[in-house]
Every structure is written in structure tokens, then in C-alpha cells.
């Protein structure tokens, strides 16, 4: 067997072509994810379904990803990264276009946990190619870069996508995604390096060893904790938005793509903006600034009520700015805070904690709200108040964490 290699710095050129790669590679897969919840109107009348069941439909991907990142930990440091992120980024092409040919509800919802299973890990996985290949000193650029693709899914994925739906019929935005999916697997194929320089330390432990090592780890602990509270935080109330707008505000269905457009269009340029500041001014710093920025504007999504469509747009546009902004300091962090021997396998777990974080986020945001006799939302403000304290919890775990890389950082 051939040693490891170290890790080779890229060019500036390769390093943006890889960046774009993963960017691209992270858009597919959390566009799987949006698209869909605006489909559910036309799956519950095609498939004859429940609300509660198409609940179940859309929550199958996190739950699938929070299940395979846990089974990911016990072999992802035991493979190079660049094969690993093939295999499964082709498999989860597979699984998404087995969504768009799926015949029933019964065979969706297959389709659905495979795509999860392999959605999942490919996010944990990327984020982990980035703090490998990234020195610390630019990692926030470069998170910011790969993190765009949240941005752009939102900006021009959904849309186009109901587009798609609209004409075509709800397969064509699976079957799109997948052959997006093909052209970025070439590109992946021919812009990612060879790294496997975690290999000896990976193979000279048994696949349980590995995770043993990483909850040991008292930072890890903290960085799980933060990341958990990370995801909290929007998830108690994110998941309501189009319910409560089109019940409460007064938004029709056919205006809802602008809340989506215009949040996406901001934070297309401000999360480059927020990448550059969190390696100029701290990733701390940052991270707290956009904590704090975020929890007005969480309340205020769900207080908005009987004002003109622009004023929504404002107050929700500002929400989805500084939500998508602070997890860019926030990942920074997050990779940062993990042993790079132990990357790989701290961030597969990282990913099943941020899923369970969602799902729990989510549960608790649903019990809190209910509806009244004229069908409003009732006490969706609470799911705020909890989301701000998520965050608040957030600010104070990040001070605790010790970030690998940083120059002059002690040990806690």
C-alpha cells in the first residue's frame, strides 16, 4: 500500500474551481430538500394523502440523514475523501431521480429516505473536503463560497423548479436535479485532488474507535452542543413561514415565490460579505454579531400582519439574510473545533446532530402554534422565543470552543 500523501496547497485558480464544485455539489442536495415543501399541494391531491403524511414525506430526508451520518462516523476517515464523495454523490443522483419516476406514495417515500441517506453525509462530507483543503485563515471565505448555495437554490431552484412542476409535471424537478447532478459529478471527477492524507490514522483504529475518540473529546462535545443550537434556532419557525404568511399576513400562493426571491437575491451578495468579515474581524465576533442581528428579525417574521407585501418582504428578507449569514461563521467554527485526524468522522456526526436538531426544532415549533376557528395561526411568536433563546445559548458555547488552526489559541 502506498504511504499517505500530505495535503498539497491548491493554486488560487483550482481552489475556486473546487469550491465551485462543492458549492454546486451542496446545492443539488439541499434543492432536493426545498423543493419539497411548495410541492405539497399537488402530492396530497395526486397521491390522495394528509397533511400529517406529507409532513412525514418531507421530514423522511432529514430523518434518513440524521440515521446515515451516524452510520457514515464509523467509516468515512477510512477512505479517501475524493472516491467517497463520488460513490455517494452518484448514488444520491440515483435516488433523486428515483424520486422523479416514483409511481406512488409508498415508492416516493423510498426514494425519498435513499436520497436522504446519501444527502446527508454528502453535506458533512464537503464541509469536511473545505477544512481539509482550506488553510484556517481563509476558511470563512471559503465557507462563504460553498455556502452560497443555499442562496442560489433559494434564489433560482425553487422557482424554476415550481416552474418545472407547473408545466411539466412534480417528476421534472427530480429528473432536472439528477442531470445536474451527472454534469457536477465530472466536474467534481476532474477538480477534486487526491486526499488521503487522514488515511493512516483512520485505518489504525477499529470503526468504533473512531467515534469513541471523537466524543471523548470535550471540544467536540461543545462544538455538537453549538451545532445543535445552531440549527435550533431557525428550525422552530422556518418550516411554518409559508403557513403563516398565506393565513395571517394576507401573501396569496402566487406571491410566495417573492419572499423566497428576494431573501435569496440579498444573500447571494451578503454571504460573501459575511465569508471576507469572518476572516477579517474573527469568527467569534462574527458569529455573535449575526446571532444577536438574527433574533429581531426571527420575531418579526412572526408578528407581521396586516401590512403592505413589500413591508413582509423587508422584515423577511432581512430573516433569511442574517439566518443564512450567521451559519457561515457558525460552519467556520464548527470544522474548526474538530481534531483533523478526526475530521471526517467528527463532521458525518456533526451532520446527524444537526438533523436531529431540526427535527426536534421542528416537533417543538408545531406543538407551539395551533390554529383558531377562522383558521389563523395562533402563538407562532413562541416558536420565536425559543428560537432566540437557541441562539442566545449559541453566543455563549462559541466562546468555549478551541478552534485548530487559529494562531495562538490555548487549549481549554
Known amino acids: 500500500m502506498n504511504p499517505p500523501s500530505a495535503p498539497t496547497p491548491l493554486t488560487a485558480r483550482r481552489e475556486l474551481w473546487l469550491l465551485l464544485t462543492l458549492a454546486g455539489i451542496q446545492f443539488t442536495h439541499i434543492l432536493d430538500f426545498m423543493i419539497m415543501m411548495p410541492l405539497g399541494p399537488q402530492f396530497t391531491q395526486l397521491f390522495g394523502i394528509s397533511d400529517a403524511q406529507f409532513g412525514l414525506l418531507v421530514s423522511a430526508y432529514t430523518l434518513s440523514a440524521g440515521v446515515s451520518g451516524l452510520l457514515a462516523s464509523t467509516y468515512i476517515d477510512r477512505f479517501g475523501r475524493k472516491r467517497l464523495l463520488l460513490v455517494l454523490y452518484a448514488l444520491f443522483g440515483l435516488a433523486t431521480l428515483a424520486c422523479g419516476v416514483a409511481p406512488t406514495y409508498a415508492t416516493l417515500m423510498v426514494a425519498r429516505v435513499l436520497a436522504g441517506t446519501f444527502g446527508g453525509v454528502l453535506s458533512a462530507l464537503c464541509q469536511t473536503i473545505v477544512a481539509d483543503v482550506v488553510p ?29 412542476a407547473e408545466h411539466w409535471g412534480w417528476h421534472m424537478p427530480f429528473v432536472s436535479i439528477a442531470v445536474l447532478c451527472g454534469v457536477l ?3 467534481a471527477a476532474r477538480s477534486l485532488p487526491t486526499m488521503d492524507h487522514h488515511l493512516a490514522a483512520g485505518q489504525a483504529r477499529t470503526a468504533f474507535g473512531g467515534i469513541g475518540q471523537v466524543l471523548r473529546d470535550v471540544n467536540h462535545r461543545w462544538a455538537f452542543l453549538f451545532s445543535a443550537l445552531l440549527m435550533f434556532t431557525g428550525f422552530t419557525v422556518i418550516p411554518y413561514i409559508t403557513i403563516y404568511l398565506q393565513a395571517n399576513a394576507g401573501v396569496r400562493a402566487d406571491q410566495m415565490p417573492l419572499v423566497y426571491l428576494c431573501g435569496g437575491v440579498v444573500t447571494l451578495f451578503t454571504a460573501r460579505f459575511f465569508g471576507h468579515l469572518t476572516d477579517r474581524r474573527g469568527k467569534v465576533p462574527t458569529f455573535r454579531w449575526l446571532a444577536f442581528a438574527v433574533m429581531p428579525t426571527l420575531l418579526g417574521i412572526t408578528l407581521v400582519r396586516g401590512v403592505p407585501l413589500w413591508a413582509v418582504l423587508v422584515v423577511s428578507t432581512l430573516m433569511f439574510t442574517f439566518m443564512s449569514g450567521r451559519m457561515i461563521p457558525g460552519m467556520a467554527l464548527v470544522t474548526s473545533a474538530a481534531q483533523p485526524a478526526l ?46 433563546a437557541a441562539s442566545l445559548g449559541a453566543v455563549w458555547v462559541a466562546g468555549r470552543l478551541h478552534l485548530h488552526g487559529a494562531p495562538g489559541a490555548p487549549r481549554p
Open 185 to 187: 459529478l465530472v466536474c
Open 343 to 388: 475530521r471526517g468522522t467528527f463532521m458525518t456526526l456533526n451532520a446527524s446532530v444537526q438533523s436531529a436538531a431540526m427535527g426536534l426544532a421542528s416537533l417543538v415549533g408545531g406543538v407551539l402554534i395551533g390554529r383558531d376557528a377562522q383558521g389563523l395561526v395562533q402563538n407562532y411568536w413562541m416558536a420565536a422565543v425559543v428560537g432566540m
Open 136 to 164: 484556517f485563515e481563509r476558511r470563512g471565505r471559503a465557507m462563504g463560497i460553498v455556502m452560497t448555495s443555499f442562496s442560489v437554490s433559494t434564489v433560482a431552484g425553487v422557482p424554476l423548479g415550481l416552474i418545472l
